[in-house]
């Protein structure tokens, strides 16, 4: 099968424009570097570059189980796996990368990981997503079983935690990426809870993920940066909600929560619909009331 073809070997437009668009940031990125457009310190933007794509499709691959809840469309599902070993190829990009950095002194690279809990903390979750990765086929889910397979791709929500941890401990400066996959992570949290308290993903769950996951992003930037620079909390939660300050990640937080209300309010497009009878299913039946008489 083909990575553009559904399991029925037909051409699945979603697929192949998932799987074409995932190959554009390594692309930017190839170009950008041949173009020596990664400013004056290549091989670190590289790296960071590399890393910042493999925690966004951990954050869209993350995002699929909500959005199909909301939405019930069954395609999505289709492009789940696609998604998932896209972010082990980026993050394994990015891991090589920082090898490249050390100039493949495997004993250096050892020993900064186990200096740098930000390192050791990247590693672990990339050592998570080999696991993963290593058992995304079809084969390893008959060989552990579906019970099995499931409890062990559940350790994708600690690799998202740890991934963030990573990038929030390793962005010095500007941790604004950060606190925006953070928001992002809590908003997917909110949804899948709310699913499976309710048992479907509701108006009132999308409603109450979303004002939860933009309060909170809010809250615990305010906190980081009150902590960090001494200004009072209130004036910084105040300037997070003001949309006149520019687009704080509490604003994304909304943001990717409204993509959740418009993927709830398409439910209705991707109801499914009864299959009305082929021919050959017109055919069956009137042979077989032919033939109820002789047969009685």
Do not use: C
């Not at 692309?27 to 790296?47: F, Y």
């Not at 993350?62 to 082990?88: D, E």
């Not at 050390?102 to 997503?129: C, M, N, P």
């Amino acid at each position: 099968m083909t990575p553009w073809s559904d399991r029925t070997g037909r051409f699945a437009p979603l697929r192949a424009f998932v799987f074409a668009a995932l190959f554009l940031p390594a692309l930017w990125l190839a170009l950008a570097a041949a173009r020596n457009g990664l400013g004056s310190r290549p091989t670190n933007e590289a790296i960071h570059q590399a890393g910042l794509w493999a925690v966004r499709l951990l954050a869209l691959s993350l995002a699929l189980t909500p959005l199909r809840a909301a939405s019930r469309s069954a395609k999505l599902a289709g492009v789940r796996r696609m998604l998932g070993l896209s972010v082990l190829a980026y993050a394994a990009l990015h891991f090589g990368l920082y090898i490249y950095s050390q100039h493949f002194d495997l004993a250096k690279v050892t020993s900064e990981i186990v200096k740098r809990i930000y390192l050791l903390i990247g590693f672990a979750g990339f050592l998570g997503l080999l696991a993963l990765g290593a058992t995304s086929n079809d084969a390893m889910v008959r060989r552990l079983g579906a019970p099995l397979w499931n409890k062990l791709h559940r350790i994708v929500y600690g690799i998202a935690v740890l991934g963030v941890v990573h990038f929030f401990l390793q962005s010095k400066l500007d941790e604004t990426e950060a606190f925006i996959m953070a928001g992002l992570f809590g908003l997917l949290l909110f949804a899948r809870l709310s699913k499976r308290v309710q048992g479907d993903l509701t108006w009132v769950g999308v409603v109450a993920s979303t004002a939860a996951a933009a309060v909170l992003t809010g809250v615990a930037e305010a906190g980081w940066y009150s902590f960090k620079t001494g200004a009072p909390f209130d004036l910084i939660l105040g300037a997070n909600f003001d949309p006149s300050l520019g687009i704080r990640p509490a604003w994304w937080a909304l943001g990717f929560g409204f993509a959740l209300v418009l993927a709830r309010a398409s439910r209705p497009l991707f109801r499914q619909r009864p299959a009305e009878p082929g021919l050959q299913g017109i055919a069956r039946k009137v042979r077989e009331r032919l033939l109820a008489p002789l047969r009685g």
